[in-house]
């Protein structure tokens, strides 16, 4: 015996207004009934819930102190994909012209490319130590003037900023870490003549940082003498030490 046909009621049923945003509400239904079906009413509760959209700030961005600070980008994810979003600069305890220091990044404000952020949940994601801002190293020497092989090359200089001012003191400890050869990979542990930089560590003299390089154990070229300053973390990407350079023949 074969089934019957299921009968299309939906021109019996009724549905209430429609819901158009958040939260929703409560729908009121009708079914009219036949001769085969009973007529029945009732209410359904609608509960229309937000999309989450997440906001994710690009970090890894490195500023040299006193530089002005350029927007932050982002994405957006969520529901319907990622789209791009354009995000201005925030960061705890970091003013525009922020010091010395890593920071952790958050979105301030920001554009969607499309849609409307009033039926999403929104989170906000911190890019931790997304902003690096350090130190401008000014040689107070010539770089480019060759100093003899096996001579002491006075090494000094200031921490500034970008504009050239100076912010070196006492309490910045600056500390030479190595020598290489210009674009050499590895480098070696930097001597000091007759022992003015204990533990590798510049002299401050009130204005300027100075290092006394023995250079009896280096051979001829463009040299580089990188270092370290407290309270400065790292400087641009990809490069783990501040430095300045020297050449000997």
């Known amino acids: 015996m074969e089934s019957p046909t299921p009968a299309n009621l939906t ?96 979105v301030a404000t920001y554009t969607f490319t499309s849609g409307s952020e009033a039926n999403y949940i929104v989170v906000q994601n911190t890019a931790a130590h997304g902003l690096v801002v350090t130190y401008n190293v000014c040689a107070l020497y010539d770089q480019t003037q060759p100093k003899k092989l096996g001579s002491t090359v006075p090494v000094k200089f200031q921490l500034c900023d970008v504009n050239g001012v100076n912010y070196s003191t006492s309490s910045t400890v600056v500390h030479a870490t190595g020598v290489a050869v ?38 001829t070229g463009a040299w580089q003498l990188y270092f370290t300053a407290s309270g400065d973390p790292s400087p641009a990407p990809g490069s783990p030490v501040h430095f300045v350079s020297f050449q000997l023949k």
């Open 182 to 219: 210009v674009g050499m990979p590895n480098n070696i542990t930097p001597d000091d003549s007759g022992n003015a930089n204990p533990d590798n560590d510049f002299r401050y003299d009130g204005t300027q940082y100075i290092f006394n390089l023995s250079t009896k154990n280096l051979s």
């Open 11 to 106: 021109t019996l049923l009724h549905l209430g207004a429609g819901f158009t945003s958040v939260p929703g509400g409560t729908a009121h239904w009708t079914f009219d009934g036949n001769t085969n079906y009973n007529a029945a009413a009732g209410d359904a509760v609608i509960t229309i819930n937000k999309a989450t959209l997440t906001i994710t700030p690009n970090g890894g961005k490195s500023k040299i102190f006193g530089a002005t600070f350029s927007a932050f980008t982002g994405v957006i994810t969520g529901l319907k994909g990622t789209n791009a979003v354009t995000a201005t600069y925030s960061s705890t305890g970091a003013p525009a012209t922020a010091p010395v220091g890593s920071y952790d990044i958050t």
